[in-house]
């Protein structure tokens, strides 16, 4: 499972490390997420399983969704999340 949620949300080593292994049976919980214009979907890792694995909170939701900004991050307003994010941008 671990090894899963790493490529899946593209941990760094140093994150992968700090995770913790899953008891027996626990469910881990993704939830699917939308773009505010319904073009683009992802998955993130519910809080409590992200909790209970020891996850940073910055390793909830997959890197790729940051990088095009398809979900603003705790704080960020409008103004920030019109920063070009390079060729691969969604804007």
């Known amino acids: ?7 899946w949300f593209q941990f760094s080593v140093k994150e992968f490390e700090q995770t913790e292994n ?6 881990t ?11 683009h979907k992802w998955y993130e890792l519910d809080e409590g399983s992200r909790l209970a694995l020891n996850l940073p909170k910055s390793c909830g939701i ?3 969704v940051t990088w095009h900004r398809l979900k603003k991050r705790q704080g960020e307003s409008d103004k920030d999340s019109s920063v070009d994010t390079g060729p691969l941008s969604m804007e």
Do not use: Y
């Not at 499972?1 to 490529?7: D, E, S």
């Open 29 to 39: 919980i993704l939830d699917k997420k939308v773009s505010d214009d319904g073009r």
């Open 1 to 7: 499972l671990r090894l899963f949620l790493m490529r």
């Open 22 to 27: 899953p008891n027996n049976a626990q469910l």
């Open 62 to 64: 997959p890197k790729n």
